[in-house]
């Protein structure tokens, strides 16, 4: 069961740019995965003040379980405005749960070309793995029933806050 109440997401942002933050090599660029990653990513290219654009990326037609889920309703684009080829990449996403979402990610991201390393930062590793994939940079492990869903949203003025659904 989550604590109540949740962490403060906002926190958990400012710790993980810290834990990034060491780790970072001249060539690094950030990539968030639609949508909360994509949250995180901006943020976090702001607080780390990188001087190149985010990339933004939709996994959606790289999961495979695409044949039996479909696209989500609200589809955004996936947005590479660099070359991928020999660069630093960490690849953002707010919840790392079963590795397929990271997965389909990788996938996309050598459709761009090869990078000379990827290392994933998430906010919350929730466990569960099916592949064997790692976050390298994590601020929080929360213990979920694997039907608990843990969702990361924005309220009107930006923050982030948890939310945590009764089922997924």
């Known amino acids: 069961m989550l604590p109540t109440p949740l962490p403060d997401a906002e926190a958990q942002c400012a710790a993980l740019a810290e834990l990034i933050r060491p780790q ?5 660029l950030l990539v968030g995965i639609h949508s909360g990653g994509a949250w995180i990513a901006r943020r976090l290219n702001e607080r780390l003040a990188l001087p190149g654009e985010i990339g933004l990326i939709n996994v959606s037609f790289y999961r495979d379980d695409f044949g039996e889920k479909g696209l989500h309703p609200q589809i955004k684009p996936t947005s590479i405005p ?85 089922h997924a």
Do not use: M
């Open 82 to 166: 660099f070359d991928v080829e020999g660069r630093s990449l960490i690849l953002i996403d707010d919840v790392l749960f079963t590795g397929r979402t990271t997965r389909a990610a990788i996938n996309e991201l050598f459709d761009y070309g090869r990078p000379a390393s990827i290392k994933l930062a998430v906010l919350a590793d929730r466990g569960g793995r099916e592949l064997p994939i790692y976050a390298e940079f994590c601020t929080w492990y929360p213990k979920l029933d694997p039907a608990e869903e843990l969702v990361l949203e924005t309220d009107a003025s930006g923050h982030f806050h948890w939310r945590n659904p009764e």
């Open 24 to 28: 970072l090599q001249a060539n690094t």
